[in-house]
Structures are given as C-alpha cells and as structure tokens.
C-alpha cells in the first residue's frame, strides 16, 4: 500500500530536550516536505527536499532541521524544542512537477505538545 | 502574491442537503495545480482531487463534484446529498513553483463543514 507514515503521532515533551519526528514514504517519491498546522494559521511549509542531499527552507524554518540521506526518509529535527513549536505536523511527498502525478500525499500527522 | 480564500469558515447542514464549498485563488502564474483535501476529525489530510491550470473540465466523483473556473479564479467544490461522514475540515490549495525550486502548497484557511442527521 502506497503511503507516507510518521512517526511518533503523540508526543509530550519539555523545553530543550531534542526530539527527531520521522517521516518515510514508499512511492520512490523525489520531493518531501514538512508542514505545521495552527489554528488559525493553517498549514505552512517548514522544509523541503527536491531529492536526496537537496534540502531547503520553507516558510517557517526556525528552530527546525532535517536530513535526507535516503530517499524514502525525511526526518524533521527539534534540536531544542520551545512551546510555540507545539503543533500538528504533517510530512508530505510526490513526485516532482512535470512526472505526471504531482498530487502530495500526506502522512497521518504528529500532534506534538511542548511543555 | 499567491493566495488561497475559502471565505466560509464554518457550514453546517443537515443530511441529504446539497452544499458548495467556495475556493478562490489569487496567482500569476500560468501554470499551477489545485487540491481540495478533508481533514476528518481523525486528523489525517486526505486527497480529494487534482487539477492543474490547462484542463477547466468540471469533474464528478460520486457525490462530490468540482466547478473550476479561471475566468473567476474559482475552484468550488460540491458535495451532493450531504452525509454525517462527510464532516470535516476541508481545505483548498495551490500547488506552485517558488523560485528556489520548491512545489510548495498553499493552503487556504479551511471550511469546517458539519453534517447534522
């Protein structure tokens, strides 16, 4: 079954201890992104990969990193967690545009609480 | 500037009503692509349907049906004989190409959508 699969989907923590949100994706997908949902807000991108060893920044990058080694993982790090990072996030991937099938699938989402 | 408006925040209707969500967007670009993806109180984003900016052909899918319309900047989505399953948040987007190379979404705000029995 094609699907994006994060991982954990609950957390609680405290202020300053890091944290790596994992993400991982089996449709051989180029592109990866991650995004954060508030109310009010609604969803803006945090970062992004255009493939392996190809990262870049979103919209709202601060107090964020992320990696991707390989092409299916795109994990997001909390080096120092601070409560208005507490979120739902949502990992996401397709294929580049151009390939034909440019819809993101999203993963089923971290509800992550910072205290 | 690219933007996504989904003027109505919240709708609430009773079963088997017909009811349209509204989608405006705002973008130069010639070429995008537009999404409408439910968030069902569980969360997860789910993928609705795609179209990108040369195909204005309406599409149906079952009880869901979409208006696009560029002449009004307009991607509407109707749902038919409305069910309780089918409350959600629903959200509209734009898929466009940042010059740093980024196929980002933008989202619009949401519509949350109640289905009363």
């Known amino acids: 079954e094609a699907q994006v699969t994060q991982n954990p989907r609950y957390l609680i923590t405290v202020t300053g201890k890091k944290l790596t949100v994992t993400c991982s994706q089996n449709m051989n997908h180029e592109y990866m992104s991650w995004y954060r949902q508030d109310p009010g807000l609604g969803l803006r991108q945090i970062y992004y990969?255009?493939?392996?060893?190809?990262?870049d920044k979103g919209d709202v990058p601060e107090g964020y990193k992320v990696s991707r080694k390989e092409k299916r993982n795109f994990p997001l790090i909390l080096e120092s967690p601070s409560p208005n990072q507490t979120s739902l996030y949502f990992c996401?991937?397709?294929?580049?545009?151009?390939?034909?099938?440019?819809?993101?699938?999203f993963g089923p989402g971290t509800r992550l609480l910072v205290l | 500037a690219q933007k996504v408006t989904q003027a109505q925040t919240e709708i609430s209707v009773v079963e088997k009503e017909d009811v349209t969500l509204d989608c405006v967007y705002e973008?130069?670009?010639?070429?995008?692509?537009l999404f409408w993806y439910k968030q069902p109180p569980s969360g997860e984003l789910v993928f609705l349907i795609r179209?990108?900016?040369?195909?204005?052909q309406n599409e149906i899918s079952g009880r869901y049906s979409w208006n696009f319309q560029k002449s009004t900047s307009s991607f509407n989505f109707t749902i038919t004989a409305s069910q309780v399953v089918d409350s959600a948040v629903y959200f509209c987007a734009l898929r466009r190409e940042t010059q740093g190379g980024s196929e980002k979404l933008v989202f619009g705000k949401g519509t949350k959508l109640t289905v009363n029995p």
């Open positions: 973008t130069r670009d010639t070429t995008y692509y």
């Open positions: 996401a991937s397709s294929l580049l545009k151009g390939q034909g099938e440019e819809t993101q699938y």
């Open positions: 990969s255009m493939n392996v060893e190809v990262t």
């Open positions: 179209r990108n900016s040369f195909d204005e």
